[in-house]
């Protein structure tokens, strides 16, 4: 075989409109950012018997012997990558000293399923062959912006890629999309990792990351949606960790005690996501159609934050965002769960750029994080060679 190396990289993700209203059966929009997580995988004559992962962001290295995968995940010697098959939780039991005997800092042990994941995945569709799999992400961790369900779609699409289940030409250059139908394969094994992972995921996070673009989903169904409106965000990470679980246990709490109103505030919320949707969807044919477009995508964020706030789930440094991004008269809303995670400014195309950098220091000085992020972009793209271009 000799020396072989693929890179794959895959986008994080935005909610745009109908978060929380989705968990009780109402529409949500969600869009892919261009924030990528980048896997690399290298096959090669120097490497040895051994299997290395090396998370580069995190400063952290594992490395197992083929033998003791072998011993712990039998079965593999003729991988089958184009059935993906789901991990039991006997199976997530055996597999559990694989990274107990890696010295994981206390502090980053939630890695620990994202560990369990590539093991599941790379034994799945590569069996016992000894690699070095590197991984780099512009996307904070734990934010709501879709990393992990990015690391498991371009490890998917890296993996399947140098497997029979693609058919790719390895001498092009540059970054390559692949066929639906084998978007359609990365995506489901994407999901099997989320699910090592999360234990029940929506699935939305792995769809958006591997087809790019955006997507409606509503109670499980999912719709590719064709963005033709180039829209540009200001994403400004609070830093603050939130517990969705309990975020989304207050929400139904509240449901139970004001039935009606909450009823009224999730129709309104499935508005607004169709509402987006449709103008999205709709191409401007000049700049002042554009200019329109915007100020109604910024008026829907605004109405969505304040039926978020209804619902019970901002938080003081969201507000403090909100109020900031307000000075400038830009509109921004939470992307996620809430209470703490991150927050999307709609940034308009003839917004001069002393603004935004003003707005970005006066964020930054709160000790938020900014990312500026074009939305609705492409999906999985692999690469085979050492230039491909960003």
Known sequence: MGRMEVRARAPGKIILAGEHAVVHGYTAVAASINLYTSVSILFSHEIGDTLKLDLKDMELEFSWPIGRIKEVLPGFDSPSPSTPLSCSSETLKSMAPLYEGQNIPEAKITLASGVLAFIWLYTNTQGYKPATVT???????????GSSAAFCVALSGALLALSESCELDYSQQGWIALKNSELDLVNKWAFEGEKIIHGRPSGIDNTVS?????IQFRSGEITRLKANTPLKMLITNTKVGRNTKALVAGVSERTLRHPEAMASVFKAVDSISKDL?????????DDIAATEKEEKVEELMEMNQGLLQCMGVSHTTIETVLHTTLKYKLRSKLTGAGGGGCVLTLLPTILSSIVVDKVVAELESCGFQCFIAGIGGNGMEVCFNDNAQN
């Open 210 to 214: 591997t087809f790019g673009n955006m």
């Open 135 to 145: 991984v780099t992400s512009e996307l904070p961790l734990g934010a709501g912006l």
């Open 277 to 285: 949707s449709d103008i999205i969807q709709t191409p401007a044919l």
